[in-house]
């Protein structure tokens, strides 16, 4: 894709012809217009025309989604703007406010209400005052240059969004590349734990992404807790995950190589770095169900 201008249509703006063009700009640090497309803006490549003409044509750069169908999948610009980078599935599956925009732009508040399970109100209840300041100051523009405030602005949302979905994609990768899952016997129990070693080619964030990994694992509902790399330390940080209370790290508190526990027991970091006695951590930590059930009588009586 090579682009000169980007053309969205003028009047009220919506959050995905303004997302849209926030993705252009990071590869594309061109000017937006705010206009009605000509004929000649849709037939030359050179020009994006954005939520506005009537026509999805990538190969002309021409990317409507109002001609759809009324009851084809929801769709919007900015879904297809991530298509033609191809990271729409990547888009849809690590970023929970894609699909509903998409529901949103094309089916309106009440049916997206209802597809979320929610009642009506709470979509506007949920509003950002920063996204109504951004789309009122779009909305007003007819021009957007580089250096303008806006338009760095839209060009820095779209470098976080288009980095955090590479940087996910890449951490993913990784995670499937050099993590293990561990089986922990304590008792008669026999739990499993998803453990990342510590090597020289460690990112920056190790946990970044490990829960959407952990459900895309074939022993994903199996595993309780999760050991990674402590950023602060040479040593481990040991973790719940989902909140599953058979895993306490609070009767770790005594352990000598234990300097940090959470009041609530969820999390511990240690500078253990043994294999094996990261184990017997959490052999110790384990309370199995008969703790979990104290844990939510305990919680009950407590409310």
């Not at 995670?175 to 129990?189: I, K, P, Y």
């Not at 959490?282 to 703790?291: P, T």
């Amino acid at each position: 894709m090579h682009i000169e201008e980007i053309i969205t249509h003028p009047g009220s703006a919506h959050k995905d012809e303004l997302l849209a063009c926030a993705l252009l700009l990071v590869e594309h640090p061109v000017p937006i217009y705010r206009r009605d497309p000509s004929d000649e803006d849709l037939a030359n490549p050179l020009t994006c025309v954005i939520d506005s003409g009537g026509k999805h044509e990538p190969y002309r750069n021409n990317y409507d989604h109002h001609q759809f169908h009324p009851k084809a999948k929801p769709s919007c610009s900015v879904s297809l703007i991530f298509d033609a980078l191809g990271l729409y599935d990547d888009a849809l599956k690590f970023l929970d406010w894609v699909e509903p925009i998409e529901w949103f732009d094309c089916r309106g508040p009440g049916h997206t209400a209802e597809w979320l399970g929610v009642d009506r109100r709470a979509l506007s209840r949920l509003n950002s005052p920063l996204d109504g300041a951004m789309l009122r100051a779009f909305s007003k523009t007819e021009r957007l240059l580089p250096g303008d405030f806006l338009w760095e602005t839209l060009r820095m949302v779209g470098q976080d969004i288009l980095g955090f979905v590479r940087g996910l994609r890449r951490q993913l990768c990784y995670l499937a590349e050099h993590t293990e899952v561990w089986e922990v016997e304590q008792g008669e129990d026999l739990f499993k734990v998803l453990f990342l070693p510590r090597n020289e080619n460690l990112p920056e964030e190790p946990t970044l992404g490990m829960g959407r990994f952990i459900e895309e694992h074939p022993s994903g509902r199996e595993i309780v807790a999760t050991v990674y790399p402590d950023r602060r330390s040479s040593g481990y940080g040991l973790a719940r995950y989902r909140d599953n209370y058979r895993v306490d790290f609070r009767r770790l508190d005594d352990s000598h190589d234990v300097h940090f526990t959470h009041a609530s027991g969820f999390l511990a970091k240690t500078t253990a770095t043994s294999p094996d006695r990261l184990r017997r951590l959490l052999q110790s930590a384990w309370v199995g169900r008969a703790g979990a059930a104290a844990f939510y009588k305990n919680a009950e009586a407590r409310s």
